[in-house]
């Protein structure tokens, strides 16, 4: 049974601190995660046997290619006969594939490893690109060497690839490498420590888990749910894989007796009234004579700008999670608050598992959008022209934030969109726009981005590989404009009625673009862009906000509707939280505001006029708590819902600190030491740090040295 196995799994101690609780499942728990299992099973998330041999049969395949294209290397450079003879090349899978979690259609992470005289630079890239594109079963090609990791993606007799290249210090690789071993690390640059962690840091992670079945339908359940809440995409500033691995792998440490339904319901328990920055970690982090940086925000400034640090357990530990920004934080925290709010349901018998997975209506979240439109001349350039721009997605993001500090939140949809009725290839991608919950919407305020998306375009466009044809353009949009094939019922009004806060934002809104300039504006969009809106129309629209949205914004962390033993593992966690915090040097961890941030306090781009030739403004709302926009189209498109290489939307230029939980989880739990930042008489930055002395206890088995 899998109590029993849970019991017999954790006789040691695996984590950091001690666990939360020892307890194992009771029958109610044993037939919950039977239900679960069902679910994720009817679900489609398990391949098939003949897919399984089929991914085999293809890793074997790529195999034997590197193996013969280091032995044609080793040959053409003139080694002996037995050189040839024995050089090798290993293919190593990491990623989902290694944990064993991957599921149909899912991409093959891969890592080649080679001996020292095959480089990355010009065999890898180059030698074995060409190689691999005179193999038939091989399609889709494209080779990204500038990435933080660099990798070959491609199809392998339908199957998707991404391929990473390691070369180690050693002439010849046995077949048994042990690849945990450190001295693989040996005289080798960082890339290539990146590659091998991947499969390193697998390995860890299976080896630090009280119940490896258990964490994988752990693991597998919260995978799936985070890909229909909108929040796996590492690129974009979410969870990815790895991250996600450590966040459950950790849950596993806090319960090691629990069974799966246990495990997803003390997820988002744990994960609700986690303290961040406070670091997620499996194991001590530890330092090697070899000298490679590992993350430390005692001795790494960039460290502690770090929200969510998820560090990886094999040497030289690293954030994983570093491409995660205020925004994209805010919106993982409502979505866990959804998620322990629904698994409460669950434990009460007032719902099921099918409740937890309900597609995220990201459409329906925000009133105002950001759509970034790639084109390129074909479906070649586009696919890595495309990934290029997703890639620097997150930087827009952050430079919004920077840009109105803080006060303006980016919700970047991980999704992308292709419009067929267009000749050129294209996509497009979105991205929410709303003002800082909790924020006071003061008259007049807004804010103007037009800066900030030309910085953005100006940086995607230093693409080293851009050809003919390659634009983005970014405009904005508002639910109602959203185009058909993103959304082909079109936009829906809601039949919910409206909180009384966004009567009052609408209200604010109402009493910033009234008068004239209202009217002149809505009848200059009428005229040029065939949008038909009445004067009224945009203060009198009924909120379309999802109800589980308000599930998540609403839920609170009180004792209603969780069980006793939910409120003292809540107490339970907070203590070890707190000894957690306090070790691992948490007065290092604090933020300070960013130099970029303080310089641009005091820039603010003019909104463009009406008259400006081949231009219309448009007025808007950033309903729900969020304040005026405004756009400025160059018709590039012809339809309305296209446009502009310049977005403008009002900046807020009053500065605020860097607050990353919403109000209500603010009033619930304090960070350690919080960063004030106020302005005063001339305007300046003035940071302060505000300490809490309430943390005392201290906890020997994480230190930072």
């Known amino acids: 049974m899998g109590g029993s196995e849970g019991v017999g799994a954790s006789s040691k101690q695996f984590g950091v601190t001690k666990p939360i609780s020892m307890a194992g499942p009771s029958a109610t728990d044993l037939q919950r995660t039977r239900e679960l299992e069902k679910f994720l099973a009817v679900s489609g998330l398990y391949e098939s046997k003949d897919e399984a041999a089929k991914r085999e049969e293809v890793l074997h395949r790529l195999g034997e290619i590197v193996k013969s294209w280091v ?13 040839v003879e024995d050089a090798n090349a290993i293919i190593l899978t990491f990623g989902s594939y290694r944990l064993g979690v991957h599921g149909p259609g899912a991409d093959l992470d891969t890592l080649c490893i080679g001996p020292s005289y095959v480089t990355r630079e010009e065999d890898f890239f180059y030698t074995l690109h060409d190689i691999l594109a005179n193999v038939e079963e091989v399609t889709e090609l494209q080779p990204i060497p500038d990435a933080h990791v660099p990798v070959m993606k491609f199809k392998f007799d339908g199957i998707s690839i991404d391929l990473l290249y390691a070369s180690i210090s050693r002439l010849v690789l046995p077949e048994d490498l042990d690849i945990s071993d450190v001295s693989v690390l ?7 420590v990146r590659s091998l962690n991947g499969c390193r840091v697998a390995d860890q992670i299976l080896k630090l888990v009280p119940n490896i079945e258990h964490f994988r339908t752990t693991l597998r359940c919260l995978k799936f749910w985070a890909k229909r809440r909108g929040i796996y995409s590492n690129v974009t500033g979410f969870l990815g894989g790895v991250n996600l691995a450590l966040l459950v792998a950790r849950v596993c440490q806090f319960y090691p007796n629990a069974v799966p339904s246990m495990l997803v319901s003390r997820f988002f328990r744990v994960y609700t009234q986690w303290r961040w920055p406070t670091p ?17 925000p005692g001795k790494n400034p960039r460290d502690r700008s770090h929200h969510m640090p998820i560090i990886t357990p094999a040497y030289p530990c690293m954030n994983s999670s570093y491409n995660v920004s205020t925004s994209t934080l805010r919106v993982m925290m409502d979505q866990f608050q959804y998620g322990n709010k629904i698994c409460g349901e669950i434990e009460l018998s007032r719902a099921c598992w099918k409740a937890l997975f309900e597609q995220y209506s990201f459409f ?16 070649d350039d586009l696919r890595s022209w495309k990934g290029w721009v997703e890639s ?23 999704h992308e969109f292709v419009d067929t009725s267009r000749q050129c290839a294209h996509c497009a991608f979105f991205m929410g726009l709303q003002r800082k919950q909790g924020e006071v919407v003061q008259e007049g305020q807004q804010f103007d981005i037009r800066g900030t998306v030309e910085e953005f375009r100006h940086s995607v466009n230093m693409y080293m590989f851009w050809k003919p044809g390659m634009e983005i353009y970014v405009s904005h949009v508002r639910r109602r404009q959203i185009p058909f094939y993103v959304v082909p019922d079109g936009y829906k009004r809601s039949r919910l009625s409206r909180p009384t806060s966004q009567v009052e934002n609408c209200k604010s809104f109402h009493n910033e673009v009234s008068g004239t300039e209202h009217v002149e504006r809505i009848r200059k969009r009428k005229n040029n862009d065939g949008v038909d809106v009445r ?14 949205d308000r599930l998540a914004r609403h839920s609170s962390l009180g004792t209603g509707g969780l069980s006793v033993e939910a409120v003292s593992d809540r107490q339970e966690l907070r203590n070890v939280e707190c000894n957690h915090l306090s070790n691992s040097g948490q007065d290092e961890l604090d933020r300070t505001e960013s130099p970029e941030a303080a310089s641009n306090s005091s820039v603010i781009t003019s909104v463009g006029s009406s008259e400006d030739t081949g231009s219309v403004t448009v007025a808007g709302c950033v309903e729900e708590s969020t304040g005026g926009v405004e756009m400025m189209n160059n018709g590039w498109f012809e339809d309305s819902t296209y446009g502009n290489d310049s977005v403008t939307l009002v900046k807020n230029i009053v500065a605020s600190g860097n607050e990353v939980f919403q109000h209500e989880l603010q009033e619930q739990f304090q960070p350690n030491a919080t960063l004030g930042m106020v302005l005063d008489s001339a305007e300046k930055v003035i940071s302060e740090v505000v300490q809490e002395p309430e943390i005392e206890t201290i906890i020997d088995s994480v230190r930072y040295q």
């Open 186 to 192: 040996h005289n080798v640059d960082e890339p290539t």
């Open 364 to 379: 329906e979240s925000y009133k105002n959008y950001l759509q970034v439109d790639v084109v390129a001349a074909d479906a």
């Open 280 to 296: 997620v970690m499996l194991c001590p982090i530890e330092e090697n004579e070899l000298g490679f940086p590992v993350w430390h």
């Open 71 to 83: 032995k044609q290397l080793t040959r053409l450079r003139g080694y002996t006969g037995q050189m």
């Open 392 to 414: 620097r997605l997150r930087q827009l993001t952050l430079m919004i934030e920077r840009d109105t500090f803080g006060k303006l939140q980016c919700h970047p949809y991980h």
């Open 535 to 548: 004067g009224d129309a945009i203060v009198k629209r009924q909120s379309a906000s999802p109800s589980e």
